[in-house]
T-cell receptor, first 116, second 113 residues
Framework: DTEVTQTPKHLVMGMTNKKSLKCEQH?????MYWYKQKAKKPPELMFV???????INESVPSRFSPECPNSSLLNLHLHALQPEDSALYLC???????????????FGSGTRLTVV | SQELEQSPQSLIVQEGKNLTINCTSS?????LYWYKQKYGEGLIFLMM?????EEKSHEKITAKLDEKKQQSSLHITASQPSHAGTYLC?????????????FGKGTRLSVIA
């Protein structure tokens, strides 16, 4: 299995809702990432988990809460989001802390989030 | 932090033509990655370069890293509609390879018949 699976593919939520994004990989990768991408912009790093521990939080608002229940799963819990949080949320994994060992990051196909 | 400049920002080429996309850094590129993205989808890994002067090819796509390790180019030969998409370069910022990737703004490629 050489894939990163993200669910759901599309999500529409109100500003008072609580929802979660899910990411799963079975490649034995020990680093997992959440990126946020706005239209026509590059992906922006949000969080990094290395060996199931949060190693980087890029000053992301607390309405985004990551969780890594085990080495194969990564969740992003969403609460009280704003319309400007609408974006494509990408999950990625790599063998080590960077993509240099094992041929780069493997990305999921993303979750298109719309906040109304 | 490292800034990656990509040029051109967008490109329209006729099918069958060759093209080149550039990625330039203000710092040494210890690991340089090329990805392709279709609109609204995830990033597809193309190639990784590490050594100065390194060149890799996959099908009709060739990527090079210059000797100074501050610039990379992506060359597509005989472009096809399937090559259309956004090409992003990414780099990790540390010699040790223990920092996450940062990305350039991307080059949007359109291939017309």
């Amino acid at each position: 299995d050489t894939e990163v699976t993200q669910t759901p593919k599309h999500l529409v939520m109100g500003m008072t809702n609580k929802k979660s994004l899910k990411c799963e990989q079975h490649m034995g990768h020990r680093a997992m990432y959440w990126y946020k991408q706005k239209a026509k912009k590059p992906p922006e790093l949000m969080f990094v988990y290395s060996y199931e521990k949060l190693s980087i939080n890029e000053s992301v608002p607390s309405r985004f809460s990551p969780e890594c229940p085990n080495s194969s799963l990564l969740n992003l819990h969403l609460h009280a989001l704003q319309p400007e949080d609408s974006a494509l949320y990408l999950c990625a994994s790599s063998q080590g802390p960077s993509g240099r060992y094992g041929g780069g990051y493997t990305f999921g196909s993303g979750t298109r989030l719309t906040v109304v | 932090s490292q800034e990656l400049e990509q040029s051109p920002q967008s490109l329209i080429v006729q099918e069958g033509k060759n093209l080149t996309i550039n990625c330039t850094s203000s710092k040494t590129l210890y690991g340089l990655y090329w990805y392709k993205q279709k609109y609204g989808e995830g990033l597809i890994f193309l190639m990784m370069l590490q050594k100065g002067g390194e060149e890799k090819s996959h099908e009709k796509i060739t990527a090079k890293l210059d000797e100074k390790k501050q610039q990379s180019s992506l060359h597509i030969t005989a472009s096809q509609p399937s090559h259309a998409g956004t090409y992003l370069c990414g780099a990790d910022e540390s010699r040790e390879g223990n920092t996450p990737l940062v990305f350039g703004k991307g080059t949007r490629l359109s291939v017309i018949a």
